[in-house]
């Protein structure tokens, strides 16, 4: 383990497997950034390990490029953002094209600040504020 993060606790994160827990997650609140969108969801579990679950289209390159940025996430989650996952919620982290080329520490950086963002308040609709 890297000497700079002795001092945090971090707890193994799972794996989501299935498309029933991918699509399960699609229905908590959506964090968009340039290199990819955070999609996170409370199982009101908070005893259960967080679970992370990664989506690399087709659109965004062929099969090794697709890969690649898919060992980047997977990598960035293990050094950092594991760190950041809280306990009873899923993630899943759909890649964007700029993700490829992006410097590490830079993904690195986004991933767990997005991670660690609170969730916007929701703005009520356009005129229906009383006078």
Do not use: W
Not at 100 to 128: H, M, V
């Amino acid at each position: 383990m890297c000497g700079h993060m002795t001092d945090r606790h971090k707890l193994p994160v799972g794996r989501l497997k299935s498309r029933p827990q991918f699509l399960a997650v699609r229905a908590g609140e959506s964090r968009k950034g340039p290199m990819f969108l955070l999609e996170v969801l409370d199982r009101d579990d908070p005893e259960a390990q967080p679970r992370v679950g990664f989506t690399v289209t087709k659109k965004h390159g062929n099969a090794v490029e697709r890969n690649r940025m898919r060992r980047r996430l997977k990598e960035a989650v293990r050094l950092t953002a594991g760190f950041a996952m809280k306990p009873g919620h899923d993630y899943v982290i759909v890649a964007r094209r700029d993700l490829l080329n992006a410097p590490f520490d830079a993904l690195t950086r986004a991933l767990e600040d997005r991670i660690e963002s609170k969730p916007k308040p929701k703005r009520p609709p356009a005129g229906s504020r009383k006078a």
